[in-house]
């Protein structure tokens, strides 16, 4: 008995410290927009920078706190008073956990909105964690089409889902091969065996056929793999017009090598977010290799000019341009110009503020945004090839720096 | 469909990555049949050896098969250094806590490369990397023949050192009866030692013939370290012979079980490898009968 009266007192000194403390300091009511003026707005940055997917969050994080230092740099948001975005940098460690616990820090931290993930479990996880606390979260690369099909109103996508992606895929792999006069008929799939490469492979299967491919056999490979040269016999023994790969980095960069050492050329390698296909990595690495690999990808606009600068500025830095990166630094202007229109930093204004955004990024391809469930719906991979050392992009024809080179000279 | 010529290649390709898994499974084995433990920090040396080729050749312009007369000795020393002044004092005379120390020291190894270099792959890209062999049937890939022919002059060196010198001799000694070579007068600790640094030399060296074709990532090592367990156990644990045959017929296992299953249960083979011969013949095809 004497112990509860003893908790309950305690619990009454302590709320009224708490308010005492609130009254001393004479603003609970409205903190930011008093004091707006040098006060910045939290903004989470959640990345897997340790663990299996490092490299890719580390690019990430690149390109979100690239962006957030270009608008400090240009004064901040406007609508707040030069307010400063104050970065709330998180590591998911690569595992869902991991992105769970950091977005209850941020929401601790009282971030005002969350952009990253990477990986589409990260994504998934954080993002229905960030629900629960009415914290806008956007996602920067996740592509499983399931991350905006839950319903969830804080969640939204900026850059293409699988599905898109896909059948844009398709698509245009049926557009390259009409225009060169249907030379390619018969295909070969090589996938890794996780969620990313059997979907894939399903999906071509299903598909394929229709777009008048014959598929010669399926293969599947575990991650890692160490030695292509088995698949690589199997190619050489059925001699398909195409090969499909889709799989990670390592195992991409390892299996079109093989392939080169086998002297196994086949008319066209076609990926669909192949692991290395478009990475400035391989081609540095392996321009022999990489040549003339085509892939349907995320994609910068290769003809603006903010774009090609900002490619500039990370190049001089050392670091490779990739997708992580400039989709994060995508990211983090959208929710700047979400802030600018809600000109508040309260959780449900921003995230109206995204719902009705009509953002145009100057350095991806995508137009003006228009959210439906949260899927920016105006988001679309662009089809590259490796020609000249370089990454061009082939199609669409509005965004296409270089004509695709089909079949793929001897 | 399939032609034998194609099942030739398979195992050609398999007696080529056999030979490297082989000189894997040789360290192991050569540590487990002087210090009578399993060295779980094999395989995160590896992936430390693959960075000092990989940057033997980013900074100073070393090739890779050059580069294994320096980062050869290099990881003796580092291998003599840690079991004289870490692994071995740490164990207080048991050899089970030796066991828990090299498990301890894969777990420090492989976060140090990763805080240091983060997980981003690393390749070379040498002027010969993808020249290949013609054998009229099919192409060989020269790193591969050059690393198969390595491996076996690596293993006649190590008999050469076990079977004419005196630390051979001695280590000999040890493996047998520990005690009877401490009474004779042979520095127990330094033997050990040299073992360990012997053994990690032959990682190594495996790991600077995989360089030119294989990539560099904190975790490289463990995938082969994983399959070089298992050649120690199917060649008899401590049995140098057996390593090398057991590597080379698991290489040829792993790439037919590959080529008829499909990549993804290419393991399966291995493993199933694995538990027939713990059941049927628990010591091995070479291994002393215990």
Partial sequence: ?410 | MLSPLILITAVLNGLMIGAVYALVALGLTLIYGVLHIINFAHGALMSAALFAAFFAYQKLGLDPYLATFLIAPAFFALGYALQRFVIGPASHGDDRNMLLVTLGLAVLIENALLYAFHADTRTVDLPYAFRSIDLGFTFLALPRVVSFAAVFVVALLLWAIMALTDTGKAIRAVASEKLGAELAGIDVAHIYAVTFGLGTACVAIAACLLVPTYYVTPRAGEAFVLVAFTIVVLGGMGSVPGALIGGLLIGIVESLAGFFLGESLGQVGIFLIFIVVLLVRPRGLFGASA
């Fill in chain 1, 1 to 410: 008995m004497s112990e509860q009266n003893t908790l309950s007192r305690r619990r009454f000194l302590a709320t009224t410290a708490l308010g005492a403390a609130a009254v001393a300091s004479g603003s609970l009511a409205m903190p930011y927009v008093a004091r707006a003026q040098g006060a910045g707005v939290k903004i989470g940055l959640l990345h897997p920078v340790t663990g299996a997917l490092s490299y890719s969050g580390q690019q990430g994080r690149i390109g979100a706190t690239m962006a957030v230092e270009a608008i400090n740099a240009a004064g901040g948001i406007k609508a707040l008073g030069g307010a400063k975005i104050d970065p709330v940098l998180g590591d998911a460690q690569s595992t869902p956990d991991g992105g769970n616990a950091e977005v209850e820090k941020m929401n601790s931290a009282e971030v005002s909105c969350i952009i990253g993930g990477y990986s589409s479990s990260i994504c998934l996880a954080a993002s229905q964690t960030a629900a629960r606390y009415d914290l806008p979260y956007v996602v920067d690369v996740g592509v499983a089409d399931s991350i905006v099909t839950r319903g969830l109103k804080n969640t939204f996508r900026f850059s293409p889902g699988f599905g898109v992606i896909a059948k844009t895929a398709l698509d245009n792999l049926a557009v390259i091969n009409d225009q060169a006069g249907k030379p390619a008929k018969t295909v070969m799939i090589v996938h890794e065996d996780s969620l990313f490469g059997s979907g894939l492979a399903k999906l071509l299967n299903a598909q394929l056929p229709a777009k008048g491919f014959e598929i010669l056999e399926t293969i599947p490979h575990p991650t890692p793999t160490r030695d292509f040269n088995n698949v690589v016999l199997k190619i050489k023994a059925q001699n398909p017009d195409l090969v499909i790969p889709a799989n990670y980095y390592n195992e991409y960069v390892l299996l079109a090598r093989t392939m080169l050492e086998q002297h196994v050329r086949p008319k066209g390698i076609y990926s669909v977010l192949g692991g290395a296909a478009s990475s400035y990595k391989f081609v540095k690495d392996y321009p022999d290799v990489a040549k003339y690999i085509m892939d349907c990808n995320h994609w910068y606009n290769p003809n603006s000019a903010q774009a090609q600068e900002l490619r500039k500025t990370v190049e001089d830095k050392g670091q490779f341009f990739t997708y992580e990166l400039y989709l994060n630094y995508s990211a983090v202007l959208l929710v700047a110009d979400a802030l600018e229109r809600a000109a508040a930093t309260d959780r449900g204004k921003i995230t109206a503020a995204l719902a009705g955004s009509t953002f145009s990024s100057p350095i991806m391809p995508y137009g003006p945004t228009k959210f439906v469930d949260g899927q920016n719906q105006g988001a679309a991979p662009v089809n590259t090839q490796v020609l000249d050392n370089d990454i061009k992009a082939i199609l669409p024809p509005q965004f296409a720096n270089a004509k695709a080179v089909f079949p793929m000279p001897a």
